[in-house]
């Protein structure tokens, strides 16, 4: 069975950085995708970065410039670098692994941004 975790949540400040981490282990296979997404209170879920098994990314709108997805040296694993933190940007981030036409969440990390 595939499992997937997520960390490097935290607490910063307004216009600090992070930097997440999801690995997704408990299987053979290579990563199809790998997508992060963010759930606040009260919102719904909504994809921040997406990278593909050949490098391509794509970002939503409102963290284009800030956040970069990359993979890891290690199999399976896919960062996420967060720069210039708002406060609108805290949120249970979660990792979601592909594998064809299978797909596999994590229990989230979280990210607060407060002063």
């Known amino acids: 069975q595939v499992h997937v975790a997520e960390s490097g949540g935290g607490l910063v400040q307004p216009g600090g950085s992070l930097r997440l981490s999801c690995v997704a282990s408990?299987?053979?296979?290579?990563?199809?995708?790998m997508y992060w997404y963010r759930q606040a209170p009260g919102n719904q879920r909504e994809m921040v970065a997406h990278?593909?098994?050949?490098?391509?990314?794509t970002y939503a709108d409102a963290v284009k410039g800030r956040f970069t997805i990359s993979r890891g040296a290690a199999k399976n694993t896919v960062h996420l670098e967060m720069n210039s933190l708002k406060f609108e940007d805290t949120a249970v981030y979660l990792c979601?692994?592909?594998?064809?036409?299978?797909?596999?969440w994590g229990q989230g990390t979280q990210v607060t941004v407060s002063s």
């Open positions: 979601n692994a592909v594998f064809g036409l299978d797909d596999f």
């Open positions: 408990g299987t053979t296979f290579n990563i199809s995708a």
């Open positions: 990278i593909t098994r050949d490098g391509r990314t």
